[in-house]
């Protein structure tokens, strides 16, 4: 919105366009299924074997290769629902269900609590080795949500070096 404000339209476009594109490749190459974007928002899903840790690994290579300070990306896992949504003629595939809400519920609060921009919830950290470094945040309320969550900071590796 920031941005939005103080460049035209077109160039806020092509600006977003970058970013995605970027996005969209690290979440290809790990082969994720990217889903939509929405504004300044992208929605995509990981499914098969070691799909958290593709998922991890296709986060953190984001972070890197967009270098955008403000990149929030928030990984849960869970049921989903996959299928077209909306009027038949402008429907497109789409994922929906209580997983994709607690995502998006649960990046608000990594977007104003982690610093490095990458939280992953419980559901995805479960799946992860020895949670290789992960900060952990426990017992939060996480508005909208009906229970409380234990939400995993992702530590920038190139800071540890």
């Known amino acids: 919105a920031a941005r939005s404000a103080r460049m035209p339209s077109m160039s806020v476009?092509?600006?977003?366009n970058g970013v995605f594109y970027t996005l969209t490749e690290a979440i290809l190459q790990q082969g994720g299924v990217p889903i939509k974007y929405v504004g300044d928002g992208f929605l995509c899903f990981?499914?098969?074997?070691?799909h958290a840790?593709?998922?991890?690994?296709?986060?953190?290579?984001?972070r890197t290769v967009v270098g955008d300070q403000h990149l929030v990306i928030t990984l849960h896992c869970g049921e989903i629902y996959l299928g077209s949504i909306g009027h038949p003629d402008y429907s497109k595939p789409d994922i929906t269900g209580d997983s994709v809400n607690t995502a998006f519920l649960t990046m608000a609060w990594v977007a104003q609590n982690v610093p490095e921009g990458v939280g992953?919830?419980?559901?995805?950290?479960s799946h992860i080795p020895d949670k290789q470094g992960l900060i952990e945040h426990s017992r939060l309320t996480i508005p909208g949500l009906p229970f409380e969550?234990?939400?995993?900071?992702?530590?920038d590796d190139s800071s540890h070096c």
Do not use: C, D, H
């Open 149 to 155: 969550m234990t939400v995993y900071e992702v530590p």
């Open 13 to 16: 476009a092509t600006w977003i």
């Open 120 to 125: 992953i919830t419980e559901a995805v950290a």
């Open 46 to 50: 990981f499914s098969g074997g070691n």
């Open 53 to 62: 840790q593709r998922a991890l690994a296709a986060a953190k290579n984001a």
